[in-house]
């Protein structure tokens, strides 16, 4: 299976701060990388697909890149209502499998 | 209106098993595949599956393979995830989720655009 490993676990930061996500697959996988976002209490949101991909809907200060194994996904200006888990997935190949998550909390 | 929509809460004893149902709306369901994943309490999101809409292929995570299938009723637009010989760590909330991308036959597992609300299965004793 394909593992992926998401950094930082958590982060803190601010109302219009830069926020960089980083995910590592355990090998290639060729950009097929899908970003969500969890609040509590309601579905995943999907917010990018094919690495890079903005989902329609998603504010454009959401921005992902990467290729082969490495992967980021970019808040170019955190809002309020971004504070959230955030989590990467691979669908290369099944099983498909999610990063660990990565908690954005209010500084 | 494009969505899923979840059968209620449940919950069970160890040992037991349970059903839950997703049904879709507005959209050609044998389309698409559907995706299951699951988060317990204070966990990450955990793909358990994949099935095909078309066929009724199935994929599934080797976490869960002997104890979980999935199934597809045409008939009524409907997939189910049935998961057996539950235990207290089983407790979580159950998803399905709609395939991004629909290939009109037997597709590959995709990324999820469309969620269930979530069906919250609780195991105690």
């Known amino acids: 299976d394909i593992q992926m490993t998401q950094s930082p676990s958590s982060l803190s930061a601010s109302v219009g701060d830069r926020v960089v996500i980083t995910c590592r697959a355990s090998q290639g996988i060729t950009s097929s990388l899908a970003w969500y976002q969890l609040k509590p209490g309601k579905a995943p949101k999907l917010l990018l697909s094919g690495a890079s991909r903005l989902e329609s809907g998603v504010p454009s200060r959401f921005s992902g890149s990467g290729s082969w194994t490495d992967y980021t996904l970019t808040i170019s200006s955190l809002q309020p209502e971004d504070f959230a888990i955030y989590y990467c997935q691979q669908y290369y190949t099944a099983p498909l499998t999610f990063g660990g998550g990565t908690k954005v909390e209010i500084k | 209106q494009v969505q899923l929509v979840q059968s209620g809460a449940e919950v069970k004893k160890p040992g037991a098993s349970v059903k839950v149902s997703c049904e879709a709306f507005g959209y050609i369901f044998i389309s698409y595949g559907i995706s299951w994943v699951r988060q317990a309490p204070g966990q990450g999101l955990e793909w358990m599956g994949w099935i095909s809409a078309y066929s009724g292929y199935t994929n599934y995570a080797h976490k869960f393979e002997d104890r979980v299938t999935l199934t597809i009723d045409t008939s009524t637009n409907t997939a189910y995830l049935e998961l057996g010989r539950l235990r207290s760590d089983d407790t979580a909330i159950y998803y399905c989720?709609?395939?991004?991308?629909?290939?009109?036959?037997?597709?590959?597992?995709?990324?999820?655009?469309?969620w269930g609300q979530g069906t919250v299965v609780t195991v105690s004793s």
């Open positions: 989720a709609r395939d991004l991308t629909g290939c009109g036959g037997d597709c590959y597992p995709d990324a999820s655009s469309i």
